[in-house]
């Protein structure tokens, strides 16, 4: 099939996708202004501040890539924990190879359900988080997912949720383009965990808004698939309120270009959030983690921390701020970014930003990049360790400020396993 025209690349991104099953009135009325943020804003381009380091050409086009599907041989990650698992092929929720939707203090249905009922808590959510989160800087890729994504799940945590919801993302179409939409609420005191793995598409656009409701607590770990040459845009959407908790956690190998987006907006005091991440790249690869915290409650706390592992000229992209608005004393935002450059050709791109309109607050931000460590090198080989083993042993030590946010101990095991997997895979 030859490409198709489009005097604009907005037409080509509202195009290339099928109009979602129709929704309730509610339902609608968010969708039609998400189409109408989508044309007013525009296509994402390499004059917006926020995608200079990031080219979006490919996650513009009408087309989708061919990405060849891989075959693991080891265990996926998450296969070993008990858990309610949701399975999407495709970016098509699959009853087939799902649990049934439903676990004490959870309430689950999926997006297309949710939408079509006339009176749903999720019209207080779903594209509202969205919405808020496009100032003061847009997201086209969100607003498109918000339009036309009829694919999703939506939870409601009413209690402390003892088995994890596991999202699983599988491929079977070598030129899948998904659009996924999850919406989730925390009620007051309630706990719930996300786990989310796999691919999902060729190229794959999800949103998830979070909304966590007083004293509740939401964990959220993600293993982004291995496909070298899939594209992903993801875009995460939190409110956070009094005296609440929220953790997320990326795993990245490989993918051609991934970017994560976390817009998070602290409205409670007493509350903290982290965001981290852990990327190891080799080859024709760009990973871009853009993350937006604002700060507009007394005595909260923020982290993100974000380690890449970069070789054969690999690309990291950190964008970070915090936003510290006026009246939210007691502030205590941190921030680090840091690369690993395991050759001259790779390359570490960062952006830190601090925001401040109150004077009682501790903010601080750093970034980093550097080569491995001779002498510490030198100092693992004279213990008898093969060069390229130390060096591994140096790789996951780096990444390990990142995977110390995630919470469960055995799943941060087992993620540094993974680590030291890949880099065995591709040492030399």
Avoid at 235 to 247: M, P, Q, V
């Amino acid at each position: 099939m030859g490409e198709a025209k489009f005097d604009n690349p907005t037409e080509a991104l509202l195009a290339r996708h099928n109009a979602p099953r129709k929704g309730s009135d509610w339902a609608e009325r968010t969708r039609h202004a998400a189409r109408e943020r989508t044309l007013g804003m525009g296509a994402a381009g390499r004059r917006d501040e926020y995608w200079r380091y990031t080219n979006p050409t490919s996650l513009n086009a009408f087309e989708t890539p061919d990405v060849e599907i891989l075959q693991l041989e080891e265990v996926p990650v998450f296969d070993g924990v008990e858990k309610l698992l949701i399975t999407f092929v495709d970016g098509v929720y699959s009853p087939e190879l799902s649990d049934d939707l439903s676990g004490e203090g959870l309430e689950i249905s999926t997006l297309e359900d949710a939408l079509s009922a006339d009176i749903h808590w999720a019209s207080d959510v779903f594209g509202v988080l969205e919405t808020n989160g496009q100032s003061p800087v847009n997201r086209p890729f969100a607003a498109l997912n918000t339009a036309l994504a009829g694919q999703g799940v939506v939870i409601r945590a009413t209690g402390k949720v003892s088995k994890p919801v596991a999202l699983r993302y599988c491929r079977e179409n070598t030129t899948s383009d998904a659009l996924i939409h999850h919406v989730i609420r925390v009620e007051s005191g309630a706990d719930l965990s996300i786990l989310e793995n796999g691919a999902g598409a060729s190229r794959l656009n999800t949103v998830m808004e979070v909304d966590v409701a007083d004293g509740g607590s939401f964990h959220h770990l993600r293993a982004q698939g291995r496909d070298h040459t899939r594209l992903a845009m993801t875009h995460i959407f939190a409110r956070l309120g009094a005296e609440s908790h929220f953790k997320s956690f990326t795993l990245t190998v490989n993918g051609r270009l991934t970017r994560n987006d976390v817009v998070i907006d602290i409205v409670g005091g007493n509350t903290k959030a982290s965001v981290a991440g852990a990327c190891l790249g080799d080859g024709d690869f760009l990973h871009d983690d853009t993350i937006f915290i604002t700060h507009d409650a007394v005595n909260c706390e923020s982290r993100q921390v974000f380690k890449k592992v970069l070789k054969n000229g690999a690309t990291g992209v950190f964008q970070g701020k915090i936003l510290v608005k006026t009246g939210a004393q007691k502030t205590d935002g941190y921030q680090i970014s840091q690369a690993l450059l395991l050759d001259d050709d790779s390359n570490f791109l960062a952006k830190p930003e601090l925001e401040i309109y109150a004077d009682d607050v501790a903010c601080s931000h750093g970034s980093t990049c550097g080569a491995v460590d001779e002498n510490s090198l030198f100092y693992l080989m004279s213990r008898g360790i093969p060069r390229a083993e130390a060096q591994n042993m140096m790789i996951v030590a780096f990444l390990d400020e990142a995977i110390q946010e995630i919470e469960n101990e055995a799943l941060a095991e087992d993620i540094r396993a993974r680590l030291l997997g890949w880099a065995e895979r591709h040492k030399g």
